[in-house]
């Protein structure tokens, strides 16, 4: 029933209600952002579409998702340990997861690595911090996990079927992160709100990851082999 | 019936995805292709994986000739097709379309060629400049003397491990 319940919420006023309103403002400054970089800069590259675009396009659908859980986790400020740290290891692994994953199909293993493991760490800190000093370390943790494994994990299918494998990483990553959403709602729904914010925050954690993925993809550093 | 605020939002998302997704998706995807100088001179050497093993033909070159590897990408599976010859500096992911590997052999000895994985492994031969077989072998890091002998271990039985 608690199913049906979330779906309702979906439509309603709590944090829930926001969610999907939230990916859409994500979207459209991640898309939008990256429309100013094409026309002026990105343009002049040659095969720029073709070489980056799948894995832009994607990273783009990926941080839409994860930011909505960003701003419903903010929306609580506290949670118990064990849904806080569940909060920490699923953000942490899944951005770091995500976003090594497309900076290694394009750069290489190492720098792949690198920017996962930052963004999972960061972004795994600062959700988990939600249960103080057990969601930081899990979050630490998985966010140094998740980006490295996402980075070996594309360089391993570069021989394969990469854009295929992303489409299927990127499904369940979705997946997981929309199962969070209902985690969260079950943890917190006798709870009231703490935090009401506007969508400040969500553009511009929209436009920094979009942003930085964006220009370490195109001049960043790369691998031997690419 | 009413439809709701966020249901409109859930439009404009699929929209938005739609519209950007086909802008990506109809510039196609990059081909690799070969960069041939047709009028150089090359060693021509054949490229391919038998049993877990690079193996070249012919596998003795010449120092200081232009040597163009041509894989046969039929019999380059998995992680084979990205190549390293770590001692002249060449590393490439090979393609259908992009199958050739262009580098000079400027010293002589008997070198490595191994899949970016150090997984499939192979060895080549530079002879000395009056033609002779050169004593300077490189080693490698999971073997011992010559590796001509060497291989991926699933061509004992074992497992690769890397695709392929």
């Excluded at chain 1, 002049?44 to 990273?59: A, H, R």
């Excluded at chain 1, 969070?180 to 990851?209: A, G, P, V, W």
């Excluded at chain 2, 500096?89 to 150090?118: D, H, Q, Y």
Aim: hydrophobic share 45%.
């Amino acid at each position: 029933m608690s199913f049906k319940e979330f779906k309702k919420e979906l439509n309603g006023n709590r944090i829930e209600g926001e969610l999907v309103r939230t990916i859409f403002y994500s979207l459209i400054t991640s898309f939008i952002i990256l429309g100013i970089f094409y026309y002026f800069r990105f343009k002049s590259i040659n095969n720029f579409i073709p070489t980056y675009g799948f894995y832009l396009f994607f990273i783009v659908l990926s941080y839409a998702l994860v930011v909505p859980t960003i701003r419903q986790i903010r929306a609580y400020k506290k949670m118990a340990c064990m849904g806080g740290m569940m909060v920490g290891m699923t953000v942490g692994m899944m951005s770091g997861f995500l976003a090594g994953y497309f900076i290694g199909a394009t750069n290489g293993m190492f720098i792949g690595g690198v920017f996962g493991m930052s963004i999972g760490i960061f972004l795994g800190i600062w959700m988990g911090s939600c249960c103080g000093i057990m969601g930081i370390m899990e979050g630490t943790m998985a966010g140094f996990m998740g980006g490295w494994m996402g980075a070996m994990t594309a360089v391993m299918l570069i021989n394969d079927n990469l854009k295929l494998a992303s489409i299927l990483i990127f499904i369940v990553c979705a997946v997981i992160l929309f199962s969070l959403n209902y985690m969260i709602y079950l943890e917190t729904r006798k709870e009231e709100r703490q935090l009401k914010e506007d969508h400040f925050i969500t553009i511009i954690i929209s436009l920094i990851l979009t942003l930085a993925t964006a220009l370490i993809m195109v001049y960043g550093p790369r691998s031997a082999l690419f | 019936m009413v439809v709701s605020k966020n249901t409109w939002f859930g439009i404009l998302i699929l929209i938005s995805i739609f519209l950007v997704g086909f802008f990506v998706f109809s510039q196609g995807s990059s081909v690799a292709q070969n960069n041939i100088d047709p009028n150089k001179e090359f060693q021509v050497v054949k490229l391919s994986v038998e049993g877990g093993s690079y193996v070249m033909s012919p596998s003795t070159l010449k120092k200081d000739v232009p040597v163009r590897i041509e894989a046969d990408m039929t019999k380059m599976p998995g992680c084979s097709k990205s190549i390293v010859i770590s001692a002249f500096n060449v590393r490439k992911n090979l393609a259908e379309g992009a199958n050739t590997i262009e580098f000079t052999p400027n010293k002589a000895g008997t070198f490595n060629i191994a899949c970016s994985m150090n997984m499939y492994k192979g060895s080549f031969t530079v002879l000395e400049d009056n033609g002779s077989s050169p004593v300077y072998v490189e080693s490698t890091s999971t073997t011992t003397g010559p590796i001509a002998e060497s291989s991926c271990g699933m061509a004992n039985g074992g497992g690769c491990g890397c695709g392929g």
